[in-house]
């Protein structure tokens, strides 16, 4: 399914909900509310989750700010399953605690790797890197492509 088809989906199912105005979340304005809170948390997270990245300096990074996190065992335990997709009620059985263990800890060293992450001096950097690589590319294309034609 496209975005199209889940768009027409979500308009459908919408349609069919009653109206209520001790629900605001079912209003339009409601979703986009939460759109745009999903949008700024996930950038947020996204170069902690991208660790996995097949790109070595974007690897150097996140290897460089979880080492100046100073997390825990416990919580680079977590974190890293929790990143390999595994639930937060599996985390706890592994490791001996609570679905909301795992929780707290996950969200004490999210916070411990946010702190580090904002004060990473090379923040960003691998991101201008690629799109300064990718841009250079573009240029390349076009230039090759003029002298084909001529």
């Known amino acids: 399914m496209n975005k199209e088809d889940l ?3 979500a308009e459908a199912l919408l349609a069919l909900c009653e109206r209520d105005r001790k ?3 079912y209003t ?3 979703f986009e509310a939460k759109l745009r809170a999903a949008s700024r ?4 997270f996204a170069h902690v989750a991208m660790g996995r990245s097949s790109h070595p300096m974007l690897q150097s990074e996140c290897e460089d700010v979880i080492a100046s996190a100073d997390l825990t065992d416990r919580q680079r335990d977590v974190l890293m399953q929790r990143l390999e997709g595994r639930t937060f009620e599996e985390i706890g059985h592994a490791g001996g ?3 909301q263990g795992a929780q707290s800890i996950f969200v004490q060293g999210l916070k411990k790797l946010m702190r580090a992450y904002d004060v990473y001096a090379y923040r960003g950097l691998c991101d201008v890197y690629r799109e ?10 076009v230039v090759v492509g003029r002298v084909g034609r001529i």
Do not use: I
Request: hydrophobic residues 25%.
């Open 7 to 9: 768009a027409f989906v």
């Open 23 to 25: 629900a605001p979340h």
């Open 28 to 30: 339009e304005s409601g």
């Open 41 to 44: 948390r996930e950038a947020k």
């Open 97 to 99: 605690h609570t679905k």
């Open 132 to 141: 300064e690589v990718r841009r250079g590319t573009r240029s390349r294309k």
